[in-house]
């Protein structure tokens, strides 16, 4: 399976999820092209991370793996409510990571997703994230630094 194959399976899960959310009235998963193309790039161009590594973020750094700004990722919200938060950017990027984890639970939306799709969907659990600053730090508390929004995205042992 190619990056682009996978990005447009992907995107084929998350139509047919949205269709199946809509009939129970629940909510809809969202797309986000800038995450899907980062998840492709972890998972099919960027090295594995070791199992035994004990400072992911260095290796992070050393062997290349692909960082997303969390600002590049949420949408601008409609509505009169507050938006997803960007304080925090690696829960952001984890909620939008096990959303597609939690669907391979899902009964109704696996039922509607063949064979191919179901082992796209399920590349994703090998999905990890790290903050690419680190927490407690002055850098990662100040909303000019670019640095404090972005997350590494790799692909798991």
């Known amino acids: 399976m190619s ?48 199992k035994n590594e004990t400072d992911a973020r260095s290796w992070c750094i050393q062997n290349g793996a692909f960082v997303v700004s969390v600002d590049a990722i949420v949408h601008k919200n409609h509505k009169n409510t507050k938006g997803a938060s960007t304080n925090r950017p690696e829960n952001t990027v984890r909620a ?15 039922k509607k997703l063949n064979q191919k799709e179901r082992n796209a969907l399920a590349l994703v659990k090998s999905l990890a994230y790290i ?27």
């Not at 939008?96 to 109704?108: D, H, P």
């Open 96 to 110: 939008r990571i096990q959303t597609f984890v939690f669907l391979l639970s899902e009964k109704a939306v696996m």
């Open 3 to 50: 990056k682009k194959e996978w990005v447009k399976l992907m995107l084929s899960v998350i139509t047919k999820t949205n269709e199946v959310r809509a009939e129970m009235r629940s909510k809809r998963v969202y797309v986000s092209l800038v995450l899907l193309n980062a998840m492709s790039e972890a998972l099919f161009t960027k090295p594995e991370l070791p």
């Open 131 to 157: 903050r690419f600053v680190q927490n407690g730090s002055p850098t990662a508390k100040d909303p000019e630094n670019a640095d404090a929004k972005k997350v590494f995205i790799v692909r798991k042992n």
